[in-house]
Structure formats: C-alpha cells, structure tokens
C-alpha cells in the first residue's frame, strides 16, 4: 500500500488493494449457484414456503428460516422490474458504452436478479433508447469462458423482436425508346415532351402514348424548367439523392406541362414548402451532366407569387 | 425510562472540494466548538461514526480520536456507519445509566476518492460488487421503481432538488449550489438522475453531546428531548426489496413515534428518496421538510445523518418546533434507516 502524500494532479497518489484479489468462500448455497453459472445455467433456491430466490441465498428474507435443499432451473428469460441508464460509462463497469442496470426476474423465479443489459451502439452521453422500458423480455449473453462469477453472464440483451433481413436484386434496365429521347434531352440541359394529338395536353417525360386518351404521341416540344409545386411530402428517412433530413418530394408541373413530375424540392426549409410555390430546376454543373435525371438535383424556389390552388387543383 | 436530550449541536462548514485539510484537522475545531458550547472538557461515553474506505487507511477512524483527547483512556466506541447509529450507541449507553453526558461525531472526506466506486465495495461480495455497479446507478433504479409506481415524474425529482438548494443557500454550513439545471447540459448523470437529484460530493464532520434528565437542563435552556428513536433495515438483496417503498422507514417512524411533527430533516441523498421517505413517514404538507437544505445541499458522509439529528435538534432548542423528527439512511437504495423523533417536553 505504497502512498506518497504529495500533491499530484496526475491520477491516485494512494492506492488500497488486496493484491491477487480477496479470497472467499463461497458455501454450499452460492456455491451451487455459481457452479451452475458456469455451466450456462441459472439456477434458484426454493424457500420453505415455495418461493424460488434467485439468486440464491442461505435464509428466506422474509422469515430468516433456512431455505429447502432444493434448486431449479429457472429463465434464462426474464423480465426487467426496474432499469437505470448510464449514459457515461466509469472505467469500473462492465460495458464500455452506454447501457443500463436492471433488476431481472427470471422467468421461474421470485426475486430479481441485478445485471447489466445491453441494448446495442449509444454515442457517449445518449439518452436511454425509448423501447427501454420496464416489462422488456431479456436473456443472457454467456461468456465463452466461465469461470464460476457473476460475470461469467457479460450482460443481458434483449428478446429478438425483430430481424433485419438484406434485401437486394440486381436488374438491367432499358427505359423504352420515349425515355430514352427524354434523357437524351436532358443529357444536353433540355425537358422535352410530347404533346396528345387528342386531348393536346404536353406530356413530360414522355411515353410515345398518351395516357389519358390511350393515343400514340410524336410531337416534340421543350419545356421550360421552371414550374409549380401541387403537393408535397416531408421524408424523416435519409436517401442518398436528398441533401439532408428531413427532405422534401413534391409534384411539379412544368409550366406548359399537362401533369406533374415527381422530384426533389430543396433550397428551402422542409417546413417553407408550400402548394403553389413557384420553383426552377437546380441543374448539376454542365460537365457533369448524363444521360440521367440526376442533371437536375431537385427544384428550388423562385421569387414570383403562389400559383393560386384554384390552377393547380386537378395536378395532385 | 431515563429521559435524555440532544443538548448541543455544532458542524464544519461544510465543502465541495478537498480544502487541504487531514481529517483530523477538519474535526478538531467541529470537536473544540462543542466543548466550548457545553463547557465540558469530558464525556462520560464518546462514540464516533465514519469509514476507513473513504480514506482508504485502515483504522484511521483511530487516528481521529486526537481531536477528542483520548489521554488518559477514555470510554470510546466506533461505528463503521453514519454518526447518527453511533448516537443511537450512545442514547442505549445513556439509557444504562451509569453516565450522564455522551459525546458523538462523525466526519468525511468524500473528495479524495471515488466515492461511488468506494460505496460498491458496502455491496454483496458475490452477486453485485462483482459488478462495478455504483451507488447512483442503484439509486437510480429505485428512483425508476418509485416513479413507475407513484406516476412522480423527473419535474417531481427536479422540484425537491430545487427547494433543498434553495433551502441551503440559507444555510451557512450547506454547500450554496445554484437552481438546478443551472451550468449543466439538461442530460443524465444516470438516469432518470439528473446531476441535482444526486447529493454533492461534500467533506465535512459533526457533533453532537447527549446528556440525560438534570444534567442536559443543567446544559441546556432548552434540551431536545428524544423521546423515540428506532432503526430498522430492509432485506439485503435488492432484486427481494420493494424498491418503491421503505418499510424499514416506515416501522422506525412507527416505534419511534413520527406522527405530529413540524419539522423533519430526511437524509435524502437522491431527490426522489425524499418522495419515498415522506410517504414512509406519513409527512404531510404541513410539515416542513429540510429546512437546512438536507443532503442534497451538504452530504459529507458518515456525518449526514447525524447532522438531520443535529437540525432537528436545533430547531427544538431555538424554540421553532416543539417537536421535530431526523432520519439518517445508510446502505444503497435506503437500505438501513433511523428514525429519531425530539420534543421540547420529556416523556411523562
């Protein structure tokens, strides 16, 4: 127990330790427990009056009379009672992110048994996750090397709730011929369209028909890419074309269009958006352009007034 | 049975950071004050309270005796537990009979280590130290348990913070610790603790001089009579306890005799334990509750207890209560808790 009493700003002058640890001995009762814990198994100790104590001790706490001779197995499944959260980890617990304490009743059991449980990556300092919550079904991670502690379960975690399963296919697209016209416009900063020989109604992007008379189309014009939004979306969940979250999709009809165009609106906060805001085509710069839609990054606001609903009604 | 009396009551100013000082020297002057205050020199029983883990010495609680003066041997005894179980010592020692006067302290230094690491060593050797659990994250699942169960929520917790500091910042012993939320980020320390549900780290000590029937009249204008004190403890593992309540508390109040009091000084070192201990105790809204700033304002350990004793105290002999109640707790989660009630008038 070396101790130097002189000012240190430099951790511990004086340290107390038992080096090699302080032996124990543990009993027949502990000692059945935490026998079994290297087994991989949670085990109680049934009272007089039936009730199963886990863990375990010698005494019933309620009447202090020895506890029967009888273990069982109990969990490994078990319910929170009551949880805290460490936001901030000390060096002297278990986990080395945040995670919480919790009182756990295996199922089988009377009593609850105090542990760590982990509920996953937490940025130091995070606020306990909202599905913490007291009733949440949890089990044990074993130690691959059990020795006979407590420690010999690393944690708690909880009951699988929930898989996340990849998803991906792999395609190779061809848009059509009508498409490819379309992208070969904006390839060279143009929105083409087509006009119905029917219903005279400009169609952008086209489709060589048009779908509201069921008519081929041919008749090229080029649009404008300035347009107005009919309605709008705010996304909470990221996607790698939007700028941040939340972001917003709309419906813009380009001016002289006969329907609407899904794409991005930005340059404006999420919340700013409106039906009947006048916007323009933020186009990427001319050397990076393709044969692609993403030339045009998304549409951004223009100073002119709202287009009045009145005009936009029937371009939801 | 023999009537004894808190007749006098001193404390350090208490601090929020390591002044400089040995324990000794931190004492001494707590010590000197009260002989001056009683005009005694000698004790007929001296009983002390602290923890050697605080200073990480064994036996220093001996090295302390030099502020009593321990020469020629004198009748002394030692609690490893707040000072407030070393009075209790001392009233059983009264109650013999063969003395008249006690004195009892208690004192720590609670800046030189860390102290919630140091209190995971008080813990079952087997199933929780093993663990690294603290004294916050336990008191914060208790503080879950009671808000889940009594629908108090952490503005609750944040209203009985804000009143003790308040309280303290009147109190010239107290730390003077600002409103809560005050210079902190709003987050957890663990929660649903914030930093102010959790008591401040404090060094300080204090005494008390019990004396019994004529010679604590004799000591005092007006003595503060116990006229019950009991303690009680709750079972030892947490996982068996209903964390929500404290039965312990409540027995102790009942054996010794709570109802009807003015004034209680609670040793509340988390906010929400002082939700659990008036509802253990039957407090109601008359009563007023740590007028000093309680724990949660000046919590030096091994001390704090005994210095509700000591408030509570005060309050009888300056004539503002007639009868007043101190609690001390030791033990995570309220684990052992006394109860000692004081009355301007001795039982009949």
Redo the contacts between chains.
């Keep these: 127990m070396p101790s130097n009493t002189g000012p240190s700003n430099t951790g511990?002058n004086?340290?107390?330790e038992f080096p090699g640890g302080?032996t124990?001995s543990?009993g027949p009762v502990?000692g059945r427990f935490?026998s079994d814990l290297r087994d991989g198994r949670l085990v109680g100790v049934r009272t007089a009056d039936g009730r199963v104590?886990?863990?375990p001790?010698e005494y019933d706490?309620?009447t202090g009379e020895d506890v029967t001779d009888e273990f069982v197995e109990v969990g490994p499944v078990g319910t929170v009672?009551?949880?805290?959260?460490?936001?901030r980890p000390?060096k002297?617990?278990?986990l080395d992110r945040p995670f919480a304490?919790?009182?756990i009743?295996p199922d089988g059991a009377d009593?609850?048994?105090?542990?760590?449980l982990d509920l996953g990556v937490f940025e130091e300092?995070a606020?306990?996750p909202k599905f913490l919550k007291?009733g949440m079904r949890v089990r044990p991670r074993w130690r691959a090397e059990r020795t006979g502690?407590?420690?010999d379960i690393e944690c708690f975690l909880p009951e699988v709730t929930l898989i996340n399963a990849p998803t991906r296919l792999e395609y190779s697209l061809k848009g059509g011929q009508a498409l490819g016209r379309f992208l070969e416009g904006i390839s060279q900063g143009k929105i083409l369209g087509h006009r119905c020989p029917v219903c005279e109604q400009v169609i952008v992007p086209m489709k060589g028909l048009c779908p509201r008379d069921g008519v081929p189309t041919t008749e090229e014009v080029e649009l404008p890419d300035t347009g107005t939004v009919t309605t709008f979306a705010v996304n909470n969940i990221p996607d790698p074309r939007a700028p941040e979250v939340p972001f917003v999709s709309g419906y813009v009809l380009l001016d002289g269009a006969g329907l609407t165009m899904l794409t991005l609106v930005a340059g404006v906060p999420a919340d700013q958006v409106r039906m009947g805001m006048r916007v323009k085509a933020a186009w990427r710069p001319r050397e990076e352009w393709e044969r692609s839609m993403g030339n045009i990054k998304w549409f951004e606001p223009i100073d002119e007034p709202d287009v009045p609903f009145e005009e936009i009604k029937d371009f939801m | 049975m023999r009537e004894i009396a808190v007749v006098a009551f001193t404390q350090s100013h208490h601090s929020g950071e390591d002044l400089g000082l040995a324990e000794i020297e931190m004492l001494a002057p707590v010590i000197t004050g009260i002989k001056e205050k009683t005009g005694l020199k000698q004790f007929g029983f001296t009983c002390s309270g602290s923890c050697d883990y605080l200073a990480g010495a064994p036996f220093s609680f001996v090295s302390a005796l030099d502020a009593v003066g321990a020469w020629p041997p004198i009748s002394e005894s030692h609690v490893e537990m707040d000072a407030a179980w070393a009075l209790y010592e001392a009233w059983v020692k009264l109650l013999h009979g063969e003395i008249d006067t006690a004195l009892v302290y208690g004192f720590g230094k609670s800046s030189q280590g860390e102290l919630r690491t140091i209190l995971t060593q008080q813990l079952d050797p087997y199933h929780l130290a093993p663990l690294g659990i603290d004294q916050v994250s336990l008191a914060a699942l208790q503080a879950r348990a009671y808000m889940e169960r009594s629908g108090a929520k952490e503005d609750d917790l944040r209203a009985v913070a804000a009143r003790s500091r308040a309280s303290g910042r009147d109190n010239p012993f107290a730390l003077h610790l600002p409103e809560p939320g005050d210079g902190d980020d709003g987050g957890y320390d663990v929660a649903p603790l914030h930093p102010y549900d959790v008591a401040p780290i404090t060094d300080g000590a204090a005494a008390i001089v019990l004396a019994a029937g004529d010679k604590a009249r004799e000591l005092c204008e007006r003595p503060a009579w116990i006229t019950g004190i009991d303690h009680r403890t709750e079972a030892h593992a947490p996982g068996v306890r209903d964390l929500t309540r404290s039965d312990a508390t409540r027995i102790a109040g009942e054996k010794a005799g709570a109802a009807g009091v003015e004034v209680a000084e609670l040793h509340a070192q988390f906010s929400h334990e002082e939700l659990i201990l008036r509802e253990a105790l039957g407090l109601g809204d008359d009563v007023t509750v740590n007028p000093s700033g309680g724990a949660l304002s000046a919590n030096p350990m091994m001390a704090a207890g005994l210095i509700r004793i000591g408030e509570a105290a005060a309050r009888i002999h300056d004539g503002t209560a007639s009868r007043a109640l101190g609690h001390a707790s030791s033990g995570p989660c309220l684990q052992q808790n006394l109860v000692c009630v004081l009355s301007g008038e001795a039982n009949e």
């Design positions: 511990p004086h340290v107390l302080y124990r543990v502990i935490l104590l886990v863990p001790s706490p309620d009672t009551t949880w805290s959260w460490v936001p000390a002297e617990h278990p304490w919790a009182l009743r009593t609850a048994l105090l542990h760590a300092g606020d306990p007291t502690g407590i420690g």
